[in-house]
Each structure stands twice: as structure tokens, then as C-alpha cells.
């Protein structure tokens, strides 16, 4: 049992290039999401998913698109890198939860990303 | 101000020191998720509660949901507990997702 699975672990990018996060989980969760962690800020949630085909936007979506087309796989594809992008990358999958309810949360190991 | 508030932000300890690390929240919650994230590393699931007090090993969390507040204790502490832990809760209002608001984290450091 993997968990959930990121690659690449590190990756530097020139400003304008695109590339695809992999992130994958052999638990059968429902639900998951990606994040980016910026030194001094929380975790902030950039992509959601719900459900095979079904997508919806975080916090800070701009400058990224997923798709969900399995239970297992959820891509996070940087369509023009920009510096900004510069930071930690956080898959997590879970199953999901009912109103009121809460479920644990799986994390990969997370991608350095670098753009120059 | 943000939703989910931790302190301290940095800590320095002496092994075998009795640690607290407090987590202050403003919204109502159906769940407060305690992680662990060691340095370059990934981030591991450390506890999830909703009332009361849960146990693992020399780790403890506990939870006053009239007050908001949650604390991680550890006991007996060592090097290899130098980590960053992170607060996030879960908000009922969010429906059927699992979004987590996320703290900005507590960096712990163990000296031997």
C-alpha cells in the first residue's frame, strides 16, 4: 500500500515553460486536492476534486489546471511557470465526508519547485 | 486575521523536555487535524479529533471545542521529534468537500 505518490520530488523550470505534477493514491479516496506551501503562510489549496470528472477551484487556482479523469490519478499541470510559482507542491487524498463529518488526510512528499 | 492561529511559532527544547504547542481557531469545526512535516520531507497525519483527548506513543492532543482551542504535548521529547507541526481544521460549512484552513505552522527544534 503506496499511499499517495508525488513525482517529480524536486524540479527547476525556466519562467513561461509548463510541466505536470503527477500525484497518485491506491486507497480508493473520493476526494483530492492539491496545495502550495509558502514560507510565514498555511498550506493553501489550490485544485479540489470530489469524485472521477468532477473538479473545482481552491484558494489560489490561477496559473493551474487538473483533471480527474481516474479515482487514482490527479494531475496539477503549470500551463506558463512563473516565479511565482516558486514553492512546496502538496498532493493529499482522502475519503469523503458527510456534512459534519471529517475523514483523515493522506499527503504525498511534496514537490520543490523552482522557477527562474 | 487568519482563521487557524499557532503558537509559538518557533520553539527550542532540551531532550527529554515536556513540550506544548497551541493551536487557536475561529470558525466553527467538525474536526482538528494535528500533521507532522519534517524538514525536506512530506507531511504525516498525526491526529484527528473532534472532542476530548487522543494518545499515541509520548504524543497527546487535546481539544476545548467551547473555547476554540486544541494543544499537542509531547512527552519525554527527542531529536527526532524536531519537526514542523501543523494545525488545520475542518469546517462543516464547507459541505460535502474536506477542505482544511491550515495553520502557518510551529517549528520545533530537540537539542540533545
Redesign the interface.
Known amino acids: 500500500n503506496a499511499g499517495v505518490t508525488q513525482t517529480p520530488k524536486f524540479q527547476v523550470l525556466k519562467t513561461g515553460q509548463s510541466m505536470t505534477l503527477q500525484c497518485a493514491q491506491d486507497m480508493n479516496h473520493e476526494y483530492m486536492s492539491w496545495y502550495r506551501q509558502d514560507p510565514g503562510m498555511g498550506l493553501r489549496l489550490i485544485h479540489y476534486s470530489v469524485g472521477a470528472g468532477i473538479t473545482d477551484q481552491g484558494e489560489v487556482p490561477n496559473g493551474y489546471n487538473v483533471s480527474r479523469s481516474t479515482t487514482e490519478d490527479f494531475p496539477l499541470r503549470l500551463l506558463s511557470a512563473a516565479p511565482s510559482q516558486t514553492s512546496v507542491y502538496f498532493c493529499a487524498s482522502s475519503y469523503q465526508a458527510g456534512w459534519g463529518a471529517a475523514t483523515e488526510a493522506f499527503f504525498g512528499q511534496g514537490t520543490r519547485l523552482t522557477v527562474v | 486575521k487568519?482563521e487557524?492561529e499557532q503558537s509559538p511559532q518557533n520553539l527550542t527544547a532540551q531532550e527529554g523536555e515536556f513540550i506544548t504547542i497551541n493551536c487557536s481557531y475561529s470558525v466553527g469545526i467538525?474536526?482538528l487535524?494535528w500533521?507532522q512535516q519534517h524538514p525536506g520531507?512530506?507531511?504525516?497525519?498525526l491526529f484527528?479529533l473532534?472532542s476530548g483527548k487522543k494518545k499515541h506513543g509520548r504524543l497527546i492532543a487535546t481539544i476545548n471545542i467551547q473555547e476554540k482551542h486544541s494543544s499537542l504535548h509531547i512527552t519525554a521529547s527527542h531529536p527526532r521529534d524536531s519537526a514542523v507541526y501543523?494545525c488545520?481544521v475542518?469546517s462543516?460549512y464547507e459541505?460535502?468537500?474536506?477542505?482544511?484552513?491550515?495553520?502557518?505552522?510551529t517549528l520545533l527544534a530537540v537539542q540533545p
Not at chain 2, 459541505?95 to 505552522?105: E, P, R, S
Open positions: 487568519n487557524v467538525s474536526a487535524h500533521l520531507g512530506g507531511i504525516v497525519s484527528m473532534s501543523i488545520a475542518r462543516p459541505g460535502a468537500t474536506n477542505k482544511l484552513i491550515f495553520g502557518t505552522g
